[in-house]
């Protein structure tokens, strides 16, 4: 189970654990009570509930605390009738012990598997199954001898077979998927585990029975093959090669702390070896309420939601919170090196060690992570990006309880020796060190980080996801929102005294190289007996909840013509208006029918603008401009269309749109420029034939789709490439806006005054020029069973079945989401619950039949899997039975039907997303939101309307199979059984 992250890498990404989120100014603390109810009967009071608020607080956050020490924060927004749960747990992979890494984390995956009451048929059978199966883990891993242990594992296989046939398999994913629930996950950290659910505003109360059910009690029921879900986990981790180094970096910066001594997913020792009664001690000691937080954001009633929170979790008993000690790091005096190989791209990451995330140092931290990178204008951005002198470079931050750390990172150009990039690196702390940066870079930043703080909280799960901080934390909600302040009040010299403190030759560095990892361990595949996964089985409890009443909620669908209005610039320049009547910030769009299956060059004009200025600015000022304004630019270019994108502050609307009109009619050639871009280029194609996700899901689906000429190798040779002038690409952006194209805009301006902006900034010509033809790539036939393998270094093997379908057709929209929540939508899904439930055979198993984007296109059917090497026959036999005969279980059809429902009639499109959606729907021929046909057709179908569709569009249907994994691991005989097997070169996949 794994957190969504947002950060400026995406292999970034999946270690950033906390998000510092600010809010403005607060003043003081007030203490209210609020009356839950008026009184039914005048011998009765009713319970009040005291609560905390913040003055100024932009959440409008009410803070309680139960009687029983259940922290509850709860903040009111309805832009949709939907709240975003998290349910916190201050435990982390931090209080691991040192003898069973991995427990948090692990126990994170058990909660899922329900209690005595939730997931089982008959409990007084099952419970007696499930001691033994612990007693059996005990002496297991109390075994050396491989002989008992193998005997060991055979009987708790055997046992497990027993137990199972009681269990609900994902009863727990099943009662949340009835009443409407999305995003179902988890993750955990080195300081917390949370628990996560986006739930219709009307089923609050199921909500509170089932998650109050969950932290009464945890049954580690399906334990082995959950515990091989893990293992392929953990896989994934070893295949990582920035997963790898940022260990390796963490292991050299805290040698005492936990941080560094063990990490979240735990040994491979540990996971062999796991105790199912240390996790029912350590789920017992920190899953307590004194110890956990609900945080709550979306359209809720105050008094009512706690109200229901006390009914359901006010039960349950506190006791005291094992402490924690704090290992004492000793200062690092000398640079620690160390090195990491794997087959991915080289890079250089160098961590510093700060205190703890309370500490106003670490507050200052956060400052000198903008001033060096902040996206547009921080040294990194424009001393070593914007110059073009690495590939690509970054800082991030990542604050704890115990410790902070501060992480460059950077990828070097062709020929750049990994050296070279960590000096350019340092030489940026240096600059920071002395105070090299324009003075009002630090009132930029605050303005830029107010600006998307006040984005941030059009999202419920960024609201919420604040709460979850400061109670990490520790924080007082008062004290967290004065964090703005404190981040307002830093001046140069609290920047230039907390850097010259902390930044010196005391840093961790790793060196990302490019070779084969000659350590990564070999994984034995454990001989698991498939599990019953009883479909049609529920619990009591299932029942007496899904019985519950609740509130109807009516769907409302999007009418373009009400919820847009269409003006005109001139006769044949459209504009698409939407009003934002929440905040002071903008999003306008030029929208253009062309892009580079027309000319490959667009792509490489689109990226080629950030690095140029005008007549008045360079482009690291032009850069800088747009960073005091709190406006960003951007233009990219698709297959088919380009995207002119400004947004940023309303009020600064005027000026920015000048800036970004000049650099569109009149950007400054830069032949240096050009050149660095062009090398620049060409070395991030050597990196992307390194990289196994862009093989594998650009590339060779792209190959099996349309041949060797497709969209992905549309793209100019090296030659064309270095022959390049800056003519030819300055010319096609000053172009754009020269051709026909549509107008996209949403926020706060009237129309009048938007189009008044708009018919003097905008520069156009008397007359547009037609957009050329349309250019698509012809979709292979796809009519013989084939299988492309590309050889990779790595411990899994990730496979694709891949089928086409017909062109697309609305009238199949309704059945095919269904089939698609119904056999591979997520954690209740058919083929998850076969695939991982029951047989153990992968962390992550998908089946979705994705209809076309666009007319004329064909639908395809994409099936993953990935798995050990040695677990690949099974996998590959599993997934094609599934495909060829569909499991069928009326109690899983009307789950996904019930979600399918609830989530519509739940789900708002706003904002942007509405003209978006608009343009969705043009280019499939739509004039209406497609959704209404979904809810309004999926209540009447039947199993019948799903087996003609699986029978006619899915069984027996020629699939192309992609595999990727490392050529002596993998098992050929297996792979013939589904087709010719055919090598792909990466020269044949990529074009170059």
């Known amino acids: 189970m794994k957190k969504p992250f947002l950060l400026l890498f995406p292999a970034i990404a999946a270690l950033a654990l906390t998000t510092q989120c600010q809010t403005s100014k607060p003043a003081v603390t007030t203490t209210s009570t609020a009356p839950t109810a008026a009184p039914q ?147 955990t950290s080195v300081e917390q585990t949370v628990y996560q659910e986006d739930i219709p505003s009307n089923q609050i109360e199921k909500w509170a029975a089932i998650q109050s059910e969950r932290m009464r009690e945890m049954v580690p029921r399906l334990f082995h093959t959950e515990l091989e879900a893990v293992y392929e986990e953990k896989n994934r981790g070893l295949d990582n090669d920035f997963s790898k180094e940022y260990e390796a970096l963490n292991a050299s910066l805290y040698r005492k702390h936990q941080y560094g001594t063990q990490t979240t997913i735990g040994t491979i020792q540990h996971l062999q070896n796991p105790s199912i009664t240390e996790i029912k001690n350590y789920f017992g000691k920190y899953y307590v309420p004194n110890n956990v937080a609900l945080c709550l954001s979306g359209d809720l009633d105050y008094d009512q939601t706690i109200r229901i929170i006390d009914k359901y979790f006010g039960q349950l008993p506190n006791k005291p919170v094992p402490g924690f000690t704090v290992a004492k790091e000793e200062p690092i005096t000398a640079p620690i090196v160390k090195e990491v190989v794997g087959p991915s791209s080289e890079n250089v990451m160098i961590g510093f060690r700060f205190p703890s995330t309370a500490s106003k140092d670490a507050n200052v931290l956060r400052m000198i992570d903008k001033i060096l990178t902040n996206g547009q204008a921080g040294l990194i951005d424009l001393n070593l990006n914007q110059k073009q002198l690495v590939l690509q470079a970054a800082s991030f931050t990542d604050l704890n309880n115990d410790y ?46 107010q600006l998307q703080r006040t984005k941030s909280y059009e999202s419920n799960e960024a609201r919420a996801g604040a709460f979850v901080s400061a109670f990490i934390a520790r924080e007082d909600w008062k004290d967290y929102l004065k964090q703005i302040d404190d981040f307002s009040e830093i001046k140069k010299a609290d920047v230039l005294r907390v850097a010259n403190q902390y930044y010196g030759n005391n840093y961790a560095l790793v060196y990302k190289r490019t070779g084969k990892d000659t350590s990564t361990p070999k994984v034995i595949k454990p001989a698991i007996t498939p599990v019953p996964v009883n479909r049609e089985a529920s619990s009591e409890f299932y029942k007496e909840v899904t019985a519950l009443p609740t509130p109807p909620l009516e769907p409302v669908f999007l009418d373009y013509k009400k919820d847009i209005q269409e003006l005109a610039l001139k006769p044949g320049l459209p504009v698409f208006y939407t009003k934002n009547t929440e905040n002071n910030l903008f999003n306008l769009f030029y929208v253009l029918d062309i892009g580079t299956n027309n000319d490959p060059k667009l792509g490489l004009a689109a990226d080629y603008l950030q690095y140029l200025g005008t007549d008045k600015y360079t482009a690291a000022q032009l850069q800088q401009e747009f960073y005091k304004l ?45 050149n660095a871009m062009v090398a620049g280029v060409l070395k991030s194609r050597q990196d992307a034939k390194l990289n196994k996700q862009v093989i594998l899901s650009q590339a060779m689906v792209n190959y099996a789709k349309y041949g060797t000429k497709n969209p992905f190798t549309s793209q100019l040779s090296e030659k064309e490439l270095k022959a390049l002038k800056p ?84 009238s199949l929209v309704p059945t095919v989401s269904l089939y698609n929540e119904y056999f591979g939508g997520g954690m209740g899904s058919i083929v998850f619950q076969e695939l991982r439930e029951s047989k153990a055979l992968a962390y992550s198993a998908t089946s979705r039949y994705a209809n076309a984007d666009k007319q004329g296109r064909s639908n395809y059917l994409l099936s993953y899997i990935g798995t050990q090497n040695d677990k690949l026959p099974e996998a590959m036999a599993g997934m094609e039975a599934l495909l ?93 059984k589904y087709g010719q097997v055919q090598q792909l070169t990466l020269k044949e996949i990529f074009g170059y």
């Open 404 to 449: 902070s750390s501060h992480i460059l990172y950077a990828t070097p150009r062709q020929g750049q020796k990994l050296e070279a990039v960590r000096d350019l690196l340092l030489a940026q702390l240096d600059q920071v060190k002395k105070g090299n940066f324009p003075d009002w870079l630090i009132p930029a930043i605050i303005n830029n980080e």
């Open 41 to 187: 009967a005048p011998v009765l009071k009713e319970k009040e509930y005291k609560y905390e608020t913040v003055a100024g607080d932009p959440l409008k956050a009410r803070i309680y605390t139960l009687d029983n020490g259940l922290t509850v924060y709860l903040s009111d927004y309805e832009d949709a009738p939907r709240i975003q749960t998290y349910l916190a747990v201050r435990a982390g992979s931090k209080n691991d012990p040192s003898t069973a890494t991995g427990l948090a984390h692990y126990l994170e995956h058990m909660v899922f598997k329900g209690t005595s009451k939730l997931g089982t048929q008959n409990w007084q059978a099952e419970k007696p199954e499930l001691d033994k199966i612990e007693a059996l883990y005990e002496k297991y891993r109390a075994q050396t001898d491989p002989a008992v242990r193998k005997k060991l594992y055979h009987q708790i296989d055997s046992v497990s077979s027993v137990a199972a046939k009681y269990a609900v398999a994902n009863e727990y994913d099943k009662v949340m998927g009835a009443i409407g629930a999305k995003g179902s996950n988890a993750y």
């Open 727 to 810: 003519a030819d690409l300055t010319a096609l952006t000053k172009k754009l806006t020269s051709y026909q194209h549509r107008i996209l805009y949403y926020g706060p301006r009237q129309t009048d005054g938007l189009l008044t902006v708009l018919n003097t900034g905008h520069r156009i010509p008397a007359k547009l020029t037609p957009t050329p033809p349309q250019k698509d790539f012809a979709e292979q036939p796809m009519k013989d069973r084939k299988v492309y393998w590309v050889d990779y270094n790595m411990v899994q093997a990730e496979i694709l079945f891949l089928t086409k379908g017909d062109v697309y057709d609305k």
């Open 884 to 976: 060829t005969d569909m499991p069928m279980a009326e109690a899983n059809l009307q789950i996904a039907k019930n979600a399918i429902r609830n989530s519509i009639a739940t789900e708002r499109i706003t904002k942007s997303d509405v003209l978006f959606s608009y343009e969705r729907a043009k280019r499939l021929g739509l004039d209406y939101d497609v959704r209404r046909d979904v809810y309004e057709k999926t209540q009447n179908m039947s199993f019948d309307d799903l087996k003609k569709f699986q029978q006619a569009k899915v069984k027996g249907q020629s699939q192309t199979i992609l595999v990727i994994g490392s050529k002596d691991r993998l098992n050929f005989k297996e792979l013939a």
């Open 630 to 674: 709190g406006c960003s630019f951007g233009v990219s270019s698709g297959q088919d269309r380009v995207f002119v994108s400004l947004s940023g502050l309303d009020s600064n609307f005027e000026p920015a749109l000048q800036l970004f009109e000049t650099l569109l009619a009149n950007p400054k050639p830069d032949a240096q420029a050009l």
